[in-house]
């Protein structure tokens, strides 16, 4: 099989932005998939609402395009209706940290066998950019005019605090490191969280003075920092600044999981 056995044709053109980052993050994720050498059979994506939740539409195999923030929960269900099954939630920083905030924790307290891939793109990039729990301080949304004044969620810290078994964050301009960490994220049994940063040229970029998508890829990419380089700034006293994003595997461990295949 290849990638194009996994995507849907027929639903092209699709209704992303020009210059939306998540095509990036669903074709890495199909690439991945792909390399497991699973079977459409046995893989299920499940999805929330928001731009990011409307990839599993564009895959060809049974999917759940559910409710605003409930994909971990209905996710959840699949899995342990039928742990044989693959389940891949698509997933966006609104749907996953605001209103599904506490479904998030709990997965990866339970640490459920789910493999989670979140698009953060900073923003509520459907329903016309509002501030999201990852806006980062001093960012305009259409909710923070002025800049918005709260600090923001690390959703990979979040991740690890709570119990996940396997936290990794890329980016749209890493896409061969991304591609090999949802691989690991799908093949390490319990909750797997991969974060890609991605680029909303519509509704994050066009407010915060990004006047070309690609000058808010080169933002995130000029300020994703490797996790080996920060570790060795602390060590060596240095002050690493806020408005990096630590890229890299976060954590890889073997806490007992839940809804492992048998
Ligand atoms: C219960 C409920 N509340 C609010 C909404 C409106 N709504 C739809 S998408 C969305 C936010 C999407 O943001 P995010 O999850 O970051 O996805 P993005 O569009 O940025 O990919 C909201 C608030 C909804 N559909 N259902
Ligand atoms: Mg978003």
Known sequence: MSFSDWFRQDRLPHIYCAGCGNGTIINCTLDAIDKMGW????????????????????????????????????????????????????????????IGGNHFIHAC???????????????????GGQG????????ISTTTPYGSAESSFDLCELAIAAGANYVARWTSYHVKELEKAVKVGLETPGFSFIEAMVQCPTNFG??????????????????????????RMIEQGETVPGDMYIVGELVRRNRPAMGVKI
């Not at 459409?40 to 999917?63: M, N, W």
């Not at 307290?109 to 329903?127: A, P």
């Open 109 to 127: 307290r339970r640490n459920i066998d789910l493999t989670v891939v979140c698009m953060n793109n900073q923003i509520y990039g459907m329903t």
């Open 39 to 98: 079977t459409k059979e046995q893989t299920v994506f499940v999805s929330g609402i928001g731009c990011s939740s409307r990839a599993p539409g564009y895959i060809l195999t049974d999917s759940l395009h559910t409710t605003h923030g409930r994909a971990i929960a209905f996710a959840t269900g699949v899995k342990m209706a039928n742990p044989a099954l693959n389940v891949v939630v698509f997933t966006g920083d609104g749907d996953l940290a605001a």
């Open 132 to 139: 999201s729990p990852t806006t980062p301080k001093g960012r």
């Open 206 to 231: 066009r407010r915060n003075k990004f006047k070309q998508v690609a000058d808010q890829v080169e933002y995130i990419k000029t300020h994703a920092l490797l996790k080996a380089k920060c570790d």
